[in-house]
């Protein structure tokens, strides 16, 4: 129950109220699904004219929310209904906890009257969702719903962002009662810690200046807390040379000579050794994912670890660590350059690391007319210049696209990282193109991933968004033919297509200009072509079908031993 009341408190329906939230929390955009349960608050969606995105499938509406959040820092929003509609936002749900994605996701639910008895419709989204989300909320009366909203969306961005569930029971979104939006946020018991420990800033100070090899490791949280630049600068001050985790790429310039690359499964072989050989490794903002270290027992064996991380939980999970720092990524950084400790003897280091970047760059050979899937990526670099924002699917052609598209810009990079969902990609761009509506966006997409949402092509001719959907199609789902191929014997279960529908044709069902590639010589002027339309464009591009995502870290090995180096 709600004790004080606003003097400018407003007599109105739960749906109105939570519409009413929505614009104070200068939501620009949701993402949803309309039905029953929903269909008060959908009413007021029409009433007021916020805008709403209609995708054609749940998963594709939280999906572009996730990339909507990645892109413009903000969270997303996602309205659906309850049953169906609810647990086909669940792998969504799912995958922004794993990646850290701030979400606000709505779900109707039935009557409060019937809750418990099977009634039509009804999922148990608390109990679905509990592991998956950073919080949810079932709203039991309309007087608290305008605070559980305000704590949603203070909990989905605050800290370690993640995905936040309000459960609306229709009866709820009916009743009406006073919506007070002003009183301030009081959770005694989330207080996320935000400027990390001075003492524990010194010893990361004082560790940098006895190093001789350190390496800085610059996951998600780097962007989430908005602190590229900070990197940047301490990075310049310091002249330590930085990996990113998969998440990261963009935090820190791909083109700067300081960056070794991605580390991890698929990540260059200097990032790899670099982590490996390293006396000091600070991790800022990354979970030391096991695609990322490899075999535990063979990680870093050398190295002292500092770890600062805006979670607590994460530090020390994986990974000893001497030097705990829980904070904000950002505050920590500009403790760190302010504190400025005497710059360490790096050079050798430095000098080690470029000789290896020059001796064993990722690679591919490009011969004959069939297009190599790493040229591809190379080419969108190129004719984008490196501008474009780009989201993925999962498999082979993700690997590709981190390895070969260079990331110089904080959240130009969206991709499903901790659940590798595929269907992720496409929709996402969708998000990404409302976050920065002015900017290219390119969805590089499986053949068999973009199966998965690509219904979402509705969207596109609705509103004739002008992204480009570049599906590498090796008639494979790319990344378990190569597992089967290297781990299996050769034996290629329910992993190629012998058929596959016609993209082009698919395409225009939906009124989008196709197009298909399939030898070398076309693909320039082809790709111009795409990037100078002003619309959306879906291009089938068909590559190699054999090539394989080198150099790998192979499961159970250490990142020291890749194989598929340059030879
Ligand atoms: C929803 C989902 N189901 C299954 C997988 C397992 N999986 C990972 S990669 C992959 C193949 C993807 O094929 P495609 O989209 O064509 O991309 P490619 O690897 O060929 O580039 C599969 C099935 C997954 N990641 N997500
Ligand atoms: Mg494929």
Redesign the pocket.
């Given at each position: 129950m709600e004790t004080e009341t606003n003097a400018h408190a407003k007599e109105m329906s739960g749906s109105s109220m939570l519409i009413k939230a929505l614009a104070c929390e200068d939501v620009d955009v949701i993402f949803g699904y309309p039905g029953g349960a929903i269909l008060p608050t959908y009413d007021e969606i029409y009433k007021t004219g916020i805008r709403h995105i209609l995708a054609r499938h749940e998963q594709g509406a939280i999906h572009a929310a996730e990339g909507y959040a990645r892109v413009s820092g903000k969270p997303g929003v996602c309205i659906v209904t309850s049953g169906p509609g609810a647990t086909n936002v669940v792998?969504g749900i799912a995958d922004a906890m794993i990646d850290s994605l701030p979400l606000v996701v709505i779900t109707g639910q039935v009557a409060t009257t019937v809750i418990g008895t099977d009634a039509f419709q009804e999922a148990d989204m608390i109990g679905i969702t509990m592991p998956i989300t950073k919080h949810n909320y079932q709203v039991r009366s309309v007087d608290e719903l305008p605070r559980i909203i305000k704590e949603a969306f203070h909990i989905a961005t605050t800290g370690r962002p993640g995905p936040v569930l309000i459960d609306l029971p229709k009866d709820v979104s009916l009743a009406t009662g006073l919506f007070d939006y002003d009183k301030e946020v009081d959770l005694p018991g989330y207080q996320p810690t935000v400027i990390p420990n001075k003492l524990q800033i010194r010893k990361v100070v004082d560790s940098v200046t006895t190093a001789k090899k350190p390496v800085i490791l610059a996951g998600a949280g780097v962007l989430h807390a908005k602190a590229s630049e900070e990197l940047a600068r301490y990075v310049e001050q310091q002249q330590i040379p930085v990996v990113n985790t998969l998440l990261g790429l963009g935090s820190f310039p791909g083109e700067d000579e300081l960056h070794l690359g991605m580390a991890g499964m698929h990540g260059t072989y200097t990032a790899n050794m670099a982590l490996h050989e390293a006396d000091l490794l600070i991790s800022i903002g990354a979970r030391f994912d096991d695609r990322l270290t490899g075999n535990l027992a063979h990680f870093a064996p050398n190295a002292k670890v500092a770890h600062i991380d805006i979670d607590p939980a994460e530090i020390g999970k994986n990974v000893p660590t001497e030097i705990p720092v829980v904070g904000d990524a950002k505050e920590a950084l500009k403790m760190l350059i302010e504190e400025q400790g005497e710059r360490g003897d790096h050079q050798e280091w430095k000098t080690w690391l470029s000789g290896l970047k020059e001796e064993y760059p990722l690679w591919y050979v490009q011969d004959g007319e069939t297009i190599k899937?790493q040229h591809l990526i190379e080419k969108i670099y190129e004719v984008t210049k490196g501008e474009a924002v780009v989201t993925t699917?999962?498999?082979?052609?993700?690997m590709?696209s981190a390895q070969f598209y260079k990331f110089n810009h904080p959240n130009q990079w969206v991709t499903s990282g901790g659940l590798?969902?595929?269907?992720f990609g496409f929709p996402a761009a969708i998000g990404a193109q409302f976050a920065k509506p002015d900017k290219p966006v390119v969805a590089i997409?499986?053949?068999?991933?973009?199966q998965?949402t690509a219904q979402e092509l509705s969207i596109l001719q609705e509103l004739n968004l002008p992204i480009k959907i570049m599906i590498?199609?090796?008639a494979?789902?790319?990344?378990?033919?190569?597992w089967q191929q290297l781990f299996h014997g050769e034996r290629y279960s329910n992993?190629l297509f012998p058929i596959q529908p016609n993209f082009v044709k698919l395409a225009e069902a939906y009124d989008i200009k196709g197009m298909q590639v399939n030898e070398l010589h076309e693909l320039e002027s082809a790709l111009k072509e795409m990037f100078d339309y002003p619309g959306p464009v879906l291009m089938d591009c068909r590559v190699a079908k054999q090539e394989n995502v080198y150099p790998m870290i192979s499961p159970g090995k250490g990142q020291h031993q890749m194989e598929g180096v340059k030879p």
């Open positions: 792998t899937p699917d999962v498999g082979q052609h993700q590709w590798g969902t595929m269907g997409i499986g053949d068999a991933g973009f998965m590498v199609n090796n494979a789902l790319g990344m378990v033919r190569q992993s």
